[in-house]
C-alpha cells in the first residue's frame, strides 16, 4: 500500500475552506483516480477557530505559516495566502530549501518570481505548480504545459479577470453606467471593497505574465505588461460597441514575433459573433494560438471556492501519481530572455469616443489631425444632434500604429471644441 | 543523457504523415520539454515509397504492422490506421503483450475495446493513451482525466465530428440544402466519399463512448449510445431554428443520473446566445460539468494533420516524461458498469416541423393529438399561406418525455393531412 501524500495547507479563506472541503468529499474517488490516499496533515491561518465546515482537530496548527514549511512530516506545501512577497513568498522557498513540493493559487508570486522559484525546486527534483493561479478551475496551465506541448505558441490571450468581465457584461445587458454596476457587484461579492487589484488590471496582468511565461518557455518581466484597467469604460462604449457589432471585453494578450513579446492588458473590442465574446459575467477564457493544433480555446469558471479548489487538487494529485513536467514546460535554467515589445509598436485598429461640441466643421478638424498621422477612418458615428451642446462622436480606424493614433489623439484632445479627454478601445481581430 | 524514447508509427496517412513531420520539425523544442528526445525507429504503411515530406531512409520499415509490434527496439507503438478491428486492434494487443506502451488517435478502438486494452496495459505496467481519438488537437482527455481529476462528472457534451458541424454552419449561413452543401464538403475534403461513418453520427458516437467512459469512470457499452445523424435536417428546419433563436448542432450528450448513464448522439437545438452555439465550421467543442470545478469547455479543431499529430505527440512526452494516469483515470479493473438510461426516458422540449395540407382544422387535430399524450405546446408557427397545398408548420414544446412524444408523433404522422414523416430535432438546455 503506497503511503499517503501528506499535505499542509497555508491559508484557510474561500479557497482553503473549499480546499479542505474537496479533499474531504472526494477522498475515496480520489484515492482510487491517483492510487494513494492525500492527506491534510498540517494547516495555518489566522483565526483557529473559525469554522470551516471540515474537521481539524487530528491536524497539526502552525499559527505562523513559514513554520508550517519545516514541518518534517508533510510532502507538499499549498501555499494559498496571496500576495507578491511577504509570507507567501517566505513560506514557498523555505518549503523548497526544506524539500517540500509546493502548489500554489497565487498570481502575483508566480508572477513576479515564478522563474526563480521554479529554479529552485527543479534543482532539489521537487514540483512547483500553480494551476489554481490563472484561470481558476479551467485546467489551462496543465493544457498549455502538457496538453499542448507539441506547439511552438504564436500568442495566448485570455478573459482572465471575472469581476471586470462580470462588469462588463452587466453594463452591457442593463445599459447601466460602469459605477453603479461597481457599486453592486461589491454587494454581490463579486468585487472588492478595495477593487482596484481587479478592475484596473492588475489581477489580469498578474496571469498574464504567467501564462506568457509558460507558453513562450520565457522569464517574463511583470514590469513589461501593459496594463489599463476598465474604469473608463462608460455606457455610451458599451452601446456603441453593440452597434458596431462588437462587444467590450478585459483582455490579456501576449503575442510572440520576431520584435520579441507584446505582453498588455486592457479594453478592447472583439466581433460579436466570435466566441470569445460570448464569454460573459464571471466566466473566464484562454486561447491559445499553436502551430500544429492551430487555435484552442478554453472557458470556466475562474474563480470562487470550487473551481480554484479543483485546481489546487488536480496539481496535488499529479505530484501524488508521480506526473513531473518543467514548471514552464522547459527547465527553468532554460527558459529564454526575449525582448518586451513597447505598447506604442501595437499595429491595429482603434475605436475613438469624443465628446465634441456640435458645430459644423468639428469632424472635418478631426479628420484632418488624422489624417496628419496617416491614420485611416474605417467609420463614424454621430447620433444625436444637440447644436451647440456636446455630443458623441464614436470613429474605428483602419489598422495604424499606436504611436501614431497616440499622437493623432493628443492633437485631437487639445481642440477646443473637444470637451472631454478621448477615450480610445483596442479593436482586436477575434 | 536519459536515453531517448524510441517510437514505432503503424499507418501514414494524413495524421502519420503530420506526426512525423511535427516529430521532426520540434525535436530540439521537444527535448527540452522533455528532457529526452523521441525518435521514430520503425514505420508501418502500405506504400513504402509514398514521399512524407520526412526523410525514413534509417527508419525500420514493416510491411506488416502487426510484426512492428514485435521490434524489440521500440518503446512505443504509436497506431494510426483506424477500424475498431482487424489489424489496429491485433497490433495494439500485440504491443501490450510485448510490453510496449501504446499511442492511439483510434475512437473506434478505443470506444469498443478501450477497458480491455486498458486493463492489458495497466496488468503490465504500460500507459495506453488516446488523446488524439477525441476532438483532435483539443487536450480534452487530458484536460478530463488530469485536470479536472478532482471532480465527479455529471456530463459531458460535445460537438465531436467536424463534418457535420462544418454542414450545418454552411446550411446555417448560406441557406443550402442538406445534399448540395455535403456535395460541396466532400469537393473540399471535409467529407469523405463515404460520408456515412460522420453524417451518420457514428464518428461522434465513438467519440462519445470514449469520452463517457472516462469521465465517468465507466464501462461504457457502444450499443447503448444512441445515434442519430443529420441527414434529415433540412433548410426549413435551419431556417425555423434560427427564427426561434436556435442553432441546429449534432451534439454528443452523456449523462449520469441515479437512474443511470444517458448516452446519444443527435441533432440538437441550442441558444443562439450559449457558448456552444458560437463553436462553427469544422471546429469541435466539449463541455465537462464537473461537481467543484462547475462548467469547462473546450474548443479547437477536431481533425487535421496538424491538430490530431499535436495530440499523439502530447502523449508521446507525458510517456518520455514519466507521466503515469490510469487511461480511464481509475484502474481499468475498477471501472464501473453503470445501466443506460433508454431514449425514450430523456424528459425535455422538442422542436416538430409537420408538411400539413393547409386547411382549417388540421393544427387542431394535431394539438389534440399532442394533448392526448400530455404534450404541452410551447409555440406555433406557419408561415406562408397556401390554401390547399402544402405548408411547413414548427411547434416547439414545453419539457415533456420522449415515449410520450414518440406515440404523439406517430399519431400526427398518420394523420391524412400530414403530408411527409414529421421531422423532430431535440431542444437542449444550453
Redesign the interface.
Known sequence: MIPPVRVGIAGLGTVGA?VLK?LHD?AD??A????RRIVVSAVSARERNKDRGVDLSTVRWYQDAAALASDPDIDIVVELIGGSDGIARTLCEAAIANGRHVVTANKALIAHHGAELARAAEERGLTLAY?AAVA????VI??IR???????FASVVGILNGTCNYILSEMRETGREFAEVLAEAQKLGYAEADPSFDIDGVDAAHKLAVLAGLAF?AQVDFADVHIEGIRHVSALDIGFADELGFRIKLLGIARRSDAGLELRVHPSMVRR???I???EGVFNAVIAQ????????????GA?A??T???V??DL??IA??????SF???AA?LSTVPAVPMRSRHGAYYVRLMVVDRPGVIADVAALLRDQSVSLESFLQRGRSPGDAVPVVMTTHETEEAAMTRALQAIGDMDAVLEPPRMIRIEPF
Not at 32 to 35: D, Q, T
Not at 136 to 139: A, D, L, R
Open positions: 473549499g474537496l472526494q474517488l480520489r482510487e483516480r491517483c492510487g494551476e481558476g478551475g479551467i485546467p496543465k493544457g502538457e496538453g499542448l506541448a507539441a506547439n511552438r518557455n459573433s466570435s466566441p465574446a460570448s464569454v499553436g502551430d500544429f493544433v492551430d487555435r484552442v480555446m478554453m472557458v470556466g469558471r470562487g470550487g473551481p479548489a479543483s485546481a487538487v488536480a494529485v499529479d501519481r508521480g506526473c513531473r513536467a518543467p514546460g522547459v527547465p532554460r
